[in-house]
């Protein structure tokens, strides 16, 4: 039997219906203690902007925070959007957390925005940006190795630190450019699934070795929905379901209310929001079970990055809970 895949965490610091974003706060830190608790591998926090349910836009800040709450477990982006960002800033940002909480951050990094046009403009973005996300991945990794590629310009804190990078995608160019660099490589399959078994094919054809990594390695995301009946766990995904519509097809200063969230479901593009969450595991935990071992060998993956989508945080950390328990007595 294939060795069970590595479970971590990808938190959107979900920010639920009637919750204010500190309670949503407090909820990621009780999350992360959880999985800690449970053995997860690591927990990972996504830059976004301007959605009101996802409250993790500060991604280096809430990491600290959590760190600071927590022990062992690893921590880290998944993803900084680079383009948005200066390099050597982000190499200062995770250097800093690397010597606080030594061997415990990772630093996930993805190309596109995280969010809307407006914000992005907000963001000072130039819409050429990600044009240069190769070489200001380079740039970056100069900066944590202290190789840097801008003479006499060094991340202090950061030189030395090494912290551990990670391409993100969803898409054949994250893949082609985590297997030039030889680096781990994160697909966004819990919500942009329709590339994924090709660019983790063309990622493993194409790796070459480097310093950090010496063979391929594949993190696949896939949203769980454990709980203690089918029933509840049928509940919860509706709820999702709900969720994703309103994020995805609300606008800047009208935010769609239950109403046109139905109305928006039994659209055509209703279907959009199923195929975003075609890689779903929903169930009890012992069907939550069967389905990641299934995704697991059927993507090839070296890690699954679990991304828990119960409404509340209660509902998370059941289904975190629920998902180690099957997955230690299987």
């Known amino acids: 039997m294939t060795p069970p895949a590595p479970l971590s965490v990808l938190d959107l610091a979900s920010v639920g219906e009637g919750e204010s974003i500190r309670e949503a706060l407090e909820g990621s830190v009780r999350l ?16 976004h902007h301007n959605i009101e349910s996802i409250s993790s836009s500060a991604t280096a ?8 709450h927590t022990e062992r477990i690893r921590l880290g982006a998944g993803g900084v959007m680079l383009p948005n960002h200066p390099p050597l800033v982000i190499a200062e940002q995770f250097g800093t957390l690397a010597e606080l909480h030594p061997g415990r951050i990772d630093l996930g990094l993805g190309r596109a925005p995280g969010t809307d046009g407006n914000t992005m403009r907000a963001l000072r973005r130039d819409p050429a940006a990600a044009d240069t996300f190769p070489q200001d991945v380079v740039e970056l990794q100069g900066y944590l190795s202290g190789d840097t590629a801008i003479p006499d ?3 202090i804190p950061g030189r030395g630190t090494l912290v551990p ?3 993100l995608g969803s898409s054949l160019f994250g893949a082609q450019l985590a297997a030039a660099l030889g680096l781990p ?3 966004a399959s819990h919500f942009a699934p329709a590339a994924l078994h090709d660019a983790v094919a063309i990622y493993r054809e194409r790796f070459r070795p480097s310093a950090q990594l010496e063979r391929p390695y594949v993190i696949a995301g896939v949203n769980v929905v454990a709980a203690d009946t089918e ?12 969720v994703v519509a309103r994020a995805i097809f609300s606008r800047p200063g009208h935010r769609l209310d239950a109403r046109e969230v139905e109305a928006v479901l039994r659209m055509p593009q209703g279907r959009h929001v199923d195929e975003m969450l075609t890689y779903t595991a929903v169930g009890t935990a012992d069907a939550v079970r069967r389905y ?3 995704f697991r060998d059927d993507v090839g993956a070296d890690e699954l990055m679990t991304v828990h989508q119960a409404e509340g945080v209660e509902g998370r950390l059941r289904s975190l809970e629920l998902v180690a328990g099957a997955l230690a007595h299987r």
Request: proline share 0%; net charge positive.
């Open 153 to 155: 310009v060094h991340a």
């Open 231 to 242: 029933e509840e766990a049928r509940r919860q995904l509706e709820l999702r379901r709900r």
């Open 292 to 294: 990641l071992d299934a």
């Open 61 to 68: 800040v809430l990491i600290a925070h959590v760190a600071a």
């Open 32 to 47: 992360a203690q959880r999985a800690e608790e449970l053995g997860y591998r690591r927990v990972w926090y996504a830059e």
């Open 185 to 187: 490589y994160g697909f």
């Open 165 to 167: 990078l990670y391409i």
